[in-house]
């Protein structure tokens, strides 16, 4: 099979495609011929060493020192079920699915092999191979970060900062979901955007600091990285969350070490897991048209350097997708 391979952390063109062995289920897993993936932003830092601020010893020591031990990226893919290992029976051949593939990655091939029992799950009939990629580049995150750990509910005043990429997009979708008022920081020519997808009010943040205008927020979803609780804490109301999906090393040490502080305020960190049920929820929400996965481009396989390149300026809108055929 192809496959785009990383050996070394470096720019763009460090990706290679290789022929690569043929995987094989073994028993309890499920062998996927991929049509579309996403380059994410975890692809992004995986394949250039580029981690939030702390992280860079502990990246390696997990991930690999001088490159990715498993030097095939790709977090999230859609497929079609080509074999089945023993004892599985969720699953059928040519069943159409999608999954997260967790430390093992693999997505960026034209086959994978993935835990019939992990974060896998059906597409609906008019959901397309792209859209279905798309889905968990973002939405189990902000799903996590919102309802899991943010307890969101119907009427709370919620914050997006960073409302135009994947956990972004998604988190504004969800928050009007779940019956919230929705505020989505981005640029001014992301603001259409934040406001077709429920957005019912958008700061541009060239112009306007959301944390001096002296209004409060129950929940603020920080997406880029630049919202530490001492930044977040004047727009906070009493007893609101600050959900920190993107940090660096203190950040996370301090929603650890001190999750509560002034005014019932609590700080959210970490990573979010991965569960069939969220995404089988996410499809549901996708095929009655309340959930949309905005795709920014679509790169081929052959063309996955560039996908990589524009994930790397940080000013992609939803996913990109690499079409495998």
Known sequence: MKAAVVTR??????????????????????????HASAVTAADWRMRSGDVP???GLLMRLILGWRGPRRGVLGITMAGEVLALGEGVTRFALADRVFALTSARMGGHAERVVVHASGAIAAIAADISYETAAALP???????????????????????????????????????????????????????????????????????????????????ILDTVGNCPYARARPALADGGRVLLVATDLMGTLGAVLRPRRHAGHRIVAGVAPEKREVLELLMQLAARGILTAPIDRVYRLNEIRAAHAHVETRRKRGSVIVGID
């Open 53 to 55: 601020r702390g992280f």
């Open 9 to 34: 952390y470096g720019p763009p063109d460090v990706v290679e495609l290789r022929d690569r062995p043929d995987p094989r289920p073994r028993a309890g897993e499920v062998l996927i011929r991929v």
């Open 137 to 219: 580049d973002g939405g189990p995150t902000a799903f996590h970060f919102l309802n899991d750990k943010g307890g969101i509910k119907a009427g709370d005043r919620v914050l997006i900062n960073g409302a135009s990429g994947g956990v972004g997009t998604a988190a504004v979708q969800l928050a009007r979901y779940f019956g919230a008022e929705v505020t989505a920081v981005t640029s001014a020519a992301n603001a259409e955007l934040a406001s077709r997808l429920g957005a019912s009010r958008v700061i541009d943040y060239q112009t306007t600091d959301f944390a001096a205008e002296g209004v409060r927020y129950d929940l």
